[in-house]
């Protein structure tokens, strides 16, 4: 068939390819730094597994003055520093990460980098809560997206221009996977005999449980996980519930509880 | 860092979500009248398409206008929700319009001009929709799967044509061009059908549905991929799909070559006995 009467001019498919092309080279570098932060993800959260094995929080938090002040000297000290160092290597990639991908539009990419985003977001979080991440060796304090997104350095939930940032799925996707966490947390601290962060941990996620209760969701990933919390804040409530039928609870300890649980948020109304 | 005061412990939260709530309410309605627009574009799309499809490039024009309005008017409407960063992001929910937008568009212009429109072209157009809203994309995804799907159109075209005329359209080649239709075509109900495959022109001269089909199916088979990204899922399917409309084309025409003479003119070939296609294939 003569090209010249044909209906196709040939231009069109080699343009359509070139762009093409162009798009596989830059999914392949993409790929490549993803792998790294998912590796790196997995090194984290092998560190902060330990969280539920190390005896945490009952020699140190004794008494509620001590609960304020306390610089952790037990091991879960150690889980944080050696977290930390971690999460230092997952933000080098992150960084990477971001600049390769500002240069593109973010929306078209993003999926490819999506998951292991949240994972990093979880396991700042998380690290965060046990006292890490600047939160001063305190434990059950929430790191708002905005200083996830000072950690990872980078910007979140942009608006106004197109370049790489953490967005509120995101970090939502990471909270329901805090909680998840969490709740785990509370019955192994209890084996390891510390009965005052289940309260700390109920408190916790009760408040995050009625934040999500406000959301609009759609018939999304993020409704369909968020539908747990709940749950998870009944897991948690029975782990409190047998300790003080038991009376495992400190009579002081309770009335310590208002003051002391729940949700800290340091960020003083930027919303 | 600062001792949080007792009651400050709840309201910091709730303020959050709060803002995340605004931010997705937003996010979703924007996404919500994307979604919408798209329906109605391909709802529209789907109309001219009908329309346009009958044998004679006369009907192209008139009753389509209030389609083409329809289109414009909800390309124009979410233009706005379609800029900068939230092109790729609401590019999933207005594919489906676009995709099938294109499918009329390429369509038209192959009726019109009887070539495939490039992708500038039709980026250019769609991107005009947009008017004052700004530009609305066209990705290189919804260009190529709105061309898959005019394969099927062609295909409609293609069998309409047979049934209703005899033979395999190629009158639509421009006037410079040499015509196969008049070459074998004494007069529609005497035609001699097994004449003209030896009167013909040489081959490379021919010009008819099949061949474009055949040359528009090399050039998307031709198309490699990106590895792992949706669009080769997307391309896959549609793949198939083209395949057999093209070869539903050479079936029918194998048809009436064969028993053209013997059948009665306005015979549709009736290939849904002969070829049951196991998926969900275009049908007349």
């Known amino acids: ?271 | 860092m600062e001792e949080p005061s007792k009651r400050q412990s709840i309201s910091p939260v709730m303020a959050m979500f709060e803002g995340f709530r605004s931010e997705l309410d937003e996010h979703h309605d924007r996404r919500e009248r994307v979604i919408k627009a798209s329906r109605d574009i391909t709802a529209a799309s789907k109309k001219i398409v009908r329309t346009l499809n009958k044998p004679l490039p006369a009907f192209v024009t008139k009753s389509n206008a209030q389609y083409w309005g329809i289109i414009q008017t909800q390309y124009k409407n979410i233009s706005r929700d379609l800029q900068g960063l939230n092109a790729y992001r609401y590019g999933r929910n207005i594919t489906g319009g676009n995709q099938e937008f294109m499918e009329a568009l390429s369509f038209q212009h192959y009726l019109e001009h009887q070539n495939l429109i490039s992708y500038k072209e039709a980026k250019n157009y769609v991107a005009k929709l947009g008017e004052e809203g700004g530009p609305v994309l066209l990705s290189t995804e919804d260009y190529i799967l709105g061309i898959f799907d005019m394969v099927g159109e062609l295909m409609r075209f293609a069998i309409t044509a047979m049934a209703t005329s005899g033979e395999l359209p190629g009158t639509l080649i421009e006037k410079d061009l040499p015509s196969m239709g008049s070459h074998d075509e004494q007069s529609g109900d005497s035609m001699d059908v097994e004449q003209p495959s030896t009167t013909r022109p040489p081959h490379a001269q021919k010009r008819d549905v099949l061949a474009d089909l055949r040359e528009l199916r090399l050039c998307l088979e031709g198309l490699e991929p990106s590895r792992g990204s949706k669009f080769e899922g997307d391309a896959e399917k549609k793949m198939t799909v083209m395949r057999q409309c093209v070869e539903k084309v050479e079936t029918a025409l194998y048809g009436l070559i064969v028993r053209g003479q013997e059948r009665p003119k306005g015979w549709i070939p009736d290939l849904r006995e002969e070829r049951r296609a196991p998926e969900a294939v275009e049908g007349y």
Request: aromatic share 8%; with cysteine; proline share 3%.
């Open chain 1, 1 to 271: 068939m003569a090209d010249r009467s044909g209906m196709v001019d040939p231009a069109i498919f080699e343009d359509l390819q070139a762009r093409i092309d162009e798009e596989t080279t830059v999914r392949e570098e993409l790929r490549e730094i993803v792998q790294s932060l998912e590796k790196q993800n997995k090194a984290v959260q092998f560190i902060l597994a330990r969280a539920h094995s190390t005896p945490a929080y009952a020699c140190t938090f004794g008494t509620s003055t001590l609960y304020r002040s306390a610089q952790l000297t037990t091991p879960v000290s150690k889980v944080i520093s050696d977290a930390s160092v971690a999460v230092e290597d997952q933000v080098a990639i992150i960084s990477k990460l971001s600049q390769a991908a500002s240069k593109l539009p973010y929306y078209k990419w993003n999926t490819m980098w999506s998951r292991q985003i949240q994972d990093a977001t979880f396991g700042i979080l998380l690290c965060g809560w046990l006292g890490g991440n600047g939160s001063d060796s305190k434990p059950g304090r929430l790191l708002t997206i905005e200083e996830v997104g000072g950690i990872m350095k980078v910007p979140v939930n942009l608006k106004d221009r197109d370049a790489f940032h953490l967005t509120i799925e995101e970090y939502l996707q990471a909270l329901i996977s805090l909680v998840d966490e969490l709740a785990r947390l509370a019955r192994n601290s209890v084996t390891l005999g510390d009965y005052l962060i289940p309260l700390l941990i109920s408190q916790f996620i009760k408040d995050l449980h009625a934040g999500f209760q406000i959301l609009n969701l759609k018939n999304d990933s993020l409704r369909r996980r968020s539908d747990g919390i709940k749950y998870r804040v009944k897991e948690v409530e029975d782990v409190v519930y047998d300790l003080s039928l038991r009376n495992l609870i400190p009579k002081d300890e309770k009335d310590e509880k208002e003051e002391t649980g729940g949700v800290v948020v340091e960020q003083p109304g930027a919303w």
